[in-house]
């Protein structure tokens, strides 16, 4: 347990926290909506600071992130707690334990430990991951820039509900970013879609995925399509257009296949078909670079070459079958192929 960063003290003990876009008036002995973070008489603590719930080596591709370093290894690292109640959470078991049953768990491991670990184990990336990095910024921040001393990449999968006061502490510092890259899950284009199913609102995260975008860390934005919420044409097409025009062309969409879970179990899983309609919109819509999720085997999997419209990379799962760029280009047509360490 540390001192928590990016919070107000208020009279009467109060404490008004900056972690992310929901900004919590906590009370003395309370917390805030993410559950691991307590105001002790007029001071917030992070609960989770070094208490690790999941650590291992994963396949970039796992993240999902293909156009950053393909091929590579990311030591991913998570505590429990989440900013966010998604009724599909597919992993609840950890970013709601606390919520849900009043459980912590994890093990100790120091920033430097969890650096020396992944130079071990020849990653190029630490990947804040499984649960959302905001609800541990301290822990994950600490992190990064001890990461920059290895030289190694970091990653967030987030669910963009940070606040501008991080993303201004981690991506826009004096000297160098502390995010290379970020995989985003744009959930809906519906606010209601937010405030029903994950207990939030959809702005913020526009205001981030724009802001991370402008201020030149790598993005690529994921969507779970879960039947009869978020797959209807028009919604897909919003989604598609948002990216096309607010985040650039280039930019890459990950439509990932629902499964029964959590609290959501009363819908099916997505159809096949469903999700190759929204590989055809995102396509259709002007995006360049197109990818169906969750469906191991799919056509999906590949990258398309923009220009040529041949398969530079072929995927298996997280496996990378033929790889044909070279120089971040086509090998193909020699169109430059959108991504870093291609």
Not at 116 to 132: D, K
Not at 185 to 211: E, H, M, W
Not at 297 to 307: R, S
Request: hydrophobic share 35%.
């Amino acid at each position: 347990m540390i001192e928590a960063r990016l919070f107000e003290k208020l009279t009467d003990q109060q404490v008004r926290c900056h972690v992310c876009a929901h900004h919590c008036l906590i009370r003395p002995g309370s917390r805030g909506v993410c559950q691991v973070r307590e105001n002790r008489s007029g001071t917030l603590y992070s609960l989770v600071y070094g208490q690790v719930i999941s650590a291992a080596v994963d396949p970039i591709e796992k993240k999902p992130l293909f156009h950053f370093k393909p091929g590579s290894k990311a030591y991913s690292v998570a505590t429990v707690g989440c900013n966010l109640s998604c009724s599909f959470c597919q992993n609840a078991d950890i970013s709601q334990a606390q919520r849900d049953r009043n459980s912590w768990g994890g093990y100790e491991m120091s920033p430097a430990l969890i650096v020396r670990n992944a130079l071990e184990q020849r990653c190029a990336s630490i990947a804040y991951t499984y649960t959302e990095p905001t609800v541990f910024y301290e822990y994950a921040f600490d992190i990064s820039t001890a990461a920059r001393d290895g030289t190694i990449a970091n990653v967030w999968v987030s669910n963009g509900y940070m606040s501008e006061q991080v993303l201004d502490s981690l991506v826009n510092p004096p000297d160098v970013n502390l995010i290379d890259a970020a995989n985003i899950d744009l959930k809906a284009f519906q606010n209601s879609f937010y405030r029903t199913q994950c207990g939030a609102s959809l702005q913020p995260v526009l205001d981030n995925l724009i802001r991370l975008k402008k201020l030149g860390v790598w993005l690529e934005v994921t969507t779970l399509v879960i039947p009869g919420l978020n797959d209807s044409e028009e919604e897909l097409r919003e989604l598609a257009r948002f990216i096309k025009h607010d985040l650039g062309s280039e930019t890459p969409w990950h439509v990932s296949r629902f499964h029964p879970t959590y609290h959501l179990l009363d819908r099916e899983r997505t159809p096949v078909e469903t999700l190759h309609k929204a590989y055809d919109i995102g396509l259709a819509e002007g995006l360049d670079y197109v990818y169906v999720g969750n469906l191991p085997g799919d056509k999906g999997e590949h990258t398309i070459c923009p220009g040529c419209k041949k398969i530079v990379v072929q995927r298996s799962g997280y496996t990378i079958r033929q790889y044909q760029i070279k120089n971040s280009k086509c090998a193909y047509c020699g169109r430059e192929i959108a991504g870093v360490g291609l």
